[in-house]
């Protein structure tokens, strides 16, 4: 999960406000799920790992409890 982020507003009704992270355009989960085996799929995704644990072996692509793709 990348989280954008906090802009704090000065009012106590709405006191954050929230901005996207332009730099990387993910791909559209209906997109990817209705895509065809073999048929690419355009997008990006960040992920942050701690450095003593390095990066990560597998990484798998969710919504909700449904696995859409896994990357080992």
Known sequence: MVLTSFD???DPSNPLVTRRFDRCQGA???AYKEASEGQ????CAVFLAAEE???PS????TRRSEALDTWE
């Open 8 to 10: 704090p507003t000065g």
């Open 40 to 43: 690419s799929v355009e997008g």
């Open 28 to 30: 559209s989960h209906t």
């Open 53 to 55: 644990t390095g990066a």
């Open 58 to 61: 597998t990484v798998k692509w």
